[in-house]
């Protein structure tokens, strides 16, 4: 299990080792391992961009007698901001981390998932399947964590290998603070011409960003949902967590792009900064 340092991933270690599994549970830190270490839960020290942290942890796997049950993929980091201001080395860096990191984990335990016919289980996000103003960087690393998924289960499914999406909504969760604090330092990088365009969206996003969090739901009912990706006897291809995200993914699925596009907008219209809400809906 990565990222499993604090939050939902932690919750479903613990989760995951009630149920009676040995959880191999990644942290980025010594002290992130500490207050997880217990019965029937191994922190390892991964960061998942690093080959020798992913090669030190398939060698772990490959001397466990246990047969490996399950990988969840689950680190991540927050990417909020306009398309235009974001610099392409934050775009790298975060596609590092949500997609390619995981892409390298899959891969070097993918001998031991094979032998032990486990379970690839994939955190997404609602952002996986609708993205919106002002949060296109990590909504294309999770689109994109979506179409590895796809094949991936296409290409495992002939030799008994399960592949599971996982797509959260709002969970209560640290994340959120970690990303604000990185929207902040973008907004200080912008020229005037850009935040003429975008500076009302900036101040917005903050806004909505502690709603939708306030409004999630705790850290142990998504480690539920996911402990049920990982242990259902014939599990969907998907799972979301929490009602907005089931909502809305079900919405995407059936309404028209503008129609969608409004939604959204309107929802994130309410945090704007009052003289420039009428200005959006004339933009619209």
Same mark, same amino acid.
């Given at each position: 299990m990565?990222?499993?340092?604090?939050?939902?991933?932690?919750?479903?270690?613990?989760?995951?080792?009630? $149920?009676g599994?040995?959880?191999?549970?990644?942290?980025? $830190?010594?002290?992130?391992?500490? #207050? @997880?270490?217990?019965?029937?839960?191994?922190?390892?020290?991964?960061?998942?961009?690093?080959?020798?942290?992913?090669?030190?942890?398939?060698?772990?796997?490959?001397?466990?007698?246990?047969?490996l049950?399950?990988?969840?993929?689950?680190?991540g980091?927050?990417?909020?901001?306009?398309?235009?201001?974001?610099?392409?080395?934050?775009?790298?860096?975060?596609?590092?981390?949500?997609?390619?990191? *995981? &892409?390298?984990?899959?891969?070097? @335990?993918? #001998?031991?998932?094979?032998?032990?016919?486990?379970?690839?289980?994939?955190?997404?996000? @609602?952002?996986?399947?609708?993205?919106?103003?002002?949060?296109?960087?990590?909504?294309?690393?999770?689109?994109?964590?979506?179409?590895?998924?796809?094949?991936?289960?296409?290409?495992?499914?002939?030799?008994?290998?399960?592949? =599971?999406?996982?797509?959260?909504?709002?969970?209560?969760?640290? %994340?959120?603070? &970690?990303?604000?604090?990185?929207?902040?330092?973008?907004?200080?990088? %912008?020229?005037?011409?850009?935040n003429?365009?975008?500076?009302?969206?900036?101040?917005?996003?903050?806004?909505? =960003?502690?709603?939708?969090?306030?409004?999630?739901?705790?850290?142990?009912?998504?480690?539920?949902?996911?402990?049920?990706?990982?242990?259902?006897?014939? #599990?969907?291809? $998907?799972?979301t967590?929490?009602?907005?995200?089931?909502?809305? &993914?079900?919405?995407?699925?059936?309404? #028209?792009?503008?129609?969608?596009?409004?939604?959204?907008?309107?929802? @994130?219209?309410? *945090?704007?900064?009052?003289?420039?809400?009428?200005?959006?809906t004339?933009?619209?």
């Amino acid at each position: 299990m990565t990222g499993a340092s604090t939050g939902m991933c932690a919750a479903t270690a613990r989760e995951l080792a009630r $149920r009676g599994f040995h959880v191999l549970a990644g942290v980025r $830190r010594d002290s992130d391992a500490t #207050p @997880l270490r217990a019965d029937r839960i191994e922190p390892v020290i991964l960061d998942i961009t690093d080959p020798d942290h992913v090669t030190a942890l398939a060698a772990r796997v490959e001397r466990d007698p246990l047969p490996l049950r399950a990988l969840v993929n689950n680190a991540g980091v927050p990417g909020a901001g306009p398309v235009e201001v974001m610099p392409l080395h934050e775009w790298r860096r975060i596609f590092e981390v949500n997609l390619f990191g *995981h &892409v390298a984990v899959t891969q070097a @335990l993918l #001998p031991a998932l094979l032998r032990g016919r486990g379970r690839v289980v994939n955190i997404s996000s @609602l952002n996986g399947r609708i993205s919106m103003a002002g949060y296109g960087p990590y909504a294309a690393s999770k689109f994109a964590m979506e179409a590895m998924s796809d094949a991936l289960r296409n290409e495992l499914a002939p030799h008994g290998v399960q592949v =599971v999406v996982v797509e959260p909504g709002g969970v209560k969760t640290e %994340m959120s603070r &970690v990303g604000l604090a990185a929207l902040g330092r973008l907004d200080d990088t %912008m020229t005037p011409e850009q935040n003429e365009r975008y500076g009302a969206l900036m101040q917005a996003i903050p806004s909505h =960003v502690a709603a939708f969090t306030r409004a999630g739901v705790t850290s142990t009912v998504a480690a539920k949902r996911i402990a049920a990706a990982v242990t259902d006897r014939r #599990p969907r291809t $998907r799972y979301t967590i929490g009602a907005t995200a089931a909502f809305l &993914v079900r919405a995407s699925r059936i309404l #028209p792009d503008r129609m969608l596009d409004r939604m959204t907008t309107s929802d @994130l219209r309410r *945090h704007y900064p009052t003289g420039n809400r009428r200005r959006l809906t004339a933009a619209r």
